[in-house]
């Protein structure tokens, strides 16, 4: 036992295996469970283009992944997220935020709003990119415009 | 348990509370055994103008803050490192690095040549700055240039 409460946030939509990467390495080190921030429709559609699936199916398709992969029987709450340092931000009891290298330089932000808020800061955890057949790493950006599958697949 | 062999690495002299967060941090996950990484004197030095402390000397302070630090009894390995990502891509049998904010950029560098030699890419695990006084982080050259001391107290 660590002591381990862990957050991970994203859209998670299309679901693909670098989300089941960041949310297997939540689940492994969340003993004291995990916190899954799922972006609002509003707030995921405000920065893209694409098209974002329903929150609704966005959340069934990451408690299907997560039941997959909970393989320790983890404690896990799926909340709406609306603003993008939500959660992490309004909870003093949250250990460890576990993020893609992308957003990982996000931490020192976060950690000097908890500062401000007389939070302890937590800690970072980068789970590695998932790359696909072609050596590029996997997005849902990627699927969505029909270049792999979910799996990182190349599709003729 | 979650199953996690760690890695942290660092000139570690002097030895100061930003390290012992570092080391604290690292330790509370290596349920599977830490190595530390700490640099050779020539390493060390070619990087800084600063006096480092020697090598044993670092090592004796590291030895110290360790048993104070370690209360789940972990397997500790203290290892002489030679080059900036040694051992990290040298050692297939690593599943985390335990980083500051300032070295975490280091990960995709040091993922790139894991995934080159044939080995998983790691976890990076962000330790939060620890802050002086002042507000301030806590570093080594601020320590040596006498603006505070090892525990990021003011020294006038």
């Known amino acids: 036992m660590t002591g381990t409460r862990v957050a ?5 939509g299309p679901l693909h295996d670098g989300h089941r990467n960041l949310l297997g390495t939540a689940l492994k080190y969340a003993d004291e469970g995990l916190i899954v921030g799922l972006t609002s429709d509003a707030f995921a559609r405000a920065s893209r283009t694409r098209e974002i699936p329903s929150f609704e199916d966005r959340r069934a398709a990451l408690e ?3 039941a997959d992969l909970d393989d320790w029987g983890r404690e896990v709450e799926i909340r709406r997220l ?6 992490v ?15 990982a330089p996000e ?8 500062r401000e808020r007389g939070f302890d800061p937590i800690e970072g955890i980068v789970a590695p990119y998932v790359l ?3 050596g590029e790493r996997i997005s849902s950006t990627r ?4 270049e792999i599958d979910e799996h990182g697949r190349i599709r003729e």
Chains 1, 2 share one sequence.
Request: hydrophobic content about 45%; aromatic content about 2%.
């Open 8 to 12: 991970v946030a994203g859209t998670f």
């Open 89 to 103: 931000t309004d909870e003093p009891d949250i250990d460890a935020l576990v993020v893609s290298p992308e957003t």
């Open 132 to 134: 696909a057949a072609d």
């Open 64 to 66: 299907t992944a997560i």
């Open 82 to 87: 609306t603003t993008e340092h939500g959660i």
């Open 143 to 146: 699927i969505v415009r029909g």
């Open 107 to 114: 931490l020192a932000a976060i950690n000097e709003t908890r």
